[in-house]
């Protein structure tokens, strides 16, 4: 056992309404989703004790390090006996064989939750697995990146997640309530929702635009054998579309191997709309050199097919929040342009601040080193950004609302 020095311990849970008090909490695998929630649960002080399992040892110091664990354990049986609460977060094709090294050591009347980004399977294995009177409540942060480990752990991550739980009806109310407690205290906004109704969602807005990266990589890795610069050209569309192939192999071969069926659907749903797209673009026709072959084919009814799906995309993605995390309303944006000096973010930060204007996002957009750059700032409130605007504006800072 290996234990951090100076920590404090508290549990804030006594405000929080709620069944069962979860004081000491067991965390399987301290990645980018257990380390994040192992940071908010200890640095935010809201159980007693954190237990940070992983067969990493440079993890398992990382996590001391960073204060995201009291104490780690190599091994997941040595940290359960006394947890009221344990966190599976390793992929989750490795649940059963965890499960089997600590049943033996499982109290009755503890909870066990996950983090796994597919449901139904896991609620199957937990079903067969866990004997009566430990308690299982599945779940799944929406919130990630393509990173991984510890050093892409982040304590914030959960902050305004949604955080989907998914009962079914032989969940215990009083472990689902304790652990809704739990993540709602640790930032995150709950939502129930089916295993299967689940996994038929993310399968749309996780599992599909995932394999479609690694098809457009793989286009890319393909074509730039007869085009070696193509890689160079890649702007933002390509790095936008593609970020999230550069996630984990091996998680996302359990999560296509665990959601095999809604993912087949929903390809072939994308299959089914890429294959209408190309119609209408093979249906426009090549425009002439001339200015009135490209006006007349403006008019043309297929430019107009294909013009009309393409406004419609614009209309559906434009109503999705911006830089929200799920399904939570936006954060408004300014953008402000400021010269390359130190202290500058420091200076803007503090203007709002005298200012009553809290802040709730801050991103730096582009640098032109020595020069100057472009940064993001975000706000809960519309006034907030307004206010904004007029007291950065009044300082002469160059700013644009979005
Ligand atoms: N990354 C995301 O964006 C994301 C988002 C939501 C949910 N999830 C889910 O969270 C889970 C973890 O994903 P992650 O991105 O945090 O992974 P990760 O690779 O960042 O971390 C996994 C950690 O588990 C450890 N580990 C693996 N097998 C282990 C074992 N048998 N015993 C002990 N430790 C073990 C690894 O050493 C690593 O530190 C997965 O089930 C995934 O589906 C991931
Ligand atoms: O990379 C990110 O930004 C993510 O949030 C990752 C992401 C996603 O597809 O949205 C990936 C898998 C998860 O289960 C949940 C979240």
Known sequence: MEQAEGTVRHTVQEKIEGADVLRRVAIIGLGVIGGSLAMALTQGQLVDEVIGVDRDEETRKLALA??????????AAEAVAEADLVVLATPVRTYPAIIESIVHRLKPGTIVTDVGSTKQWVLEQMGRLLPPGVRFVGGHPMAGSEKQGIRGADRYLLENAVYVLTPDADTD???????????????????????EEHDRMVALVSHLPHMMAVALVETLSEAAKEYPKAPMLAAGGFRDTTRVAAGDPQMWVDIA???????????GCFRNALDRLEAQIDACGGCGSSQERSRASDNDTSVEALRETLAHAR???????RKAKGILPGIHEIVVTVPDEPGVIGTMARLL???GVNIADIEILRVREG????????????PDADR??????????IVKRW
């Open 66 to 75: 960073t204060r995201a664990a009291h104490r780690v354990e190599a091994y």
């Open 257 to 267: 191997c665990t959601n095999r069926e809604p993912l087949l659907h929903m390809i």
């Open 173 to 195: 109310a009083g472990a689902l309530q304790a652990v809704e407690n739990l993540f709602k205290a640790a930032g995150a906004r709950v939502l129930q929702i089916g295993a």
């Open 315 to 321: 209309e559906v993605r434009l109503s999705i929040p």
């Open 353 to 355: 601040g005298d200012n």
């Open 388 to 397: 904004a605007v007029e007291v950065l504006a009044g300082a002469g800072i």
């Open 371 to 382: 020069h100057g750059g472009t940064i993001r700032i975000g706000f809960y409130e519309a």
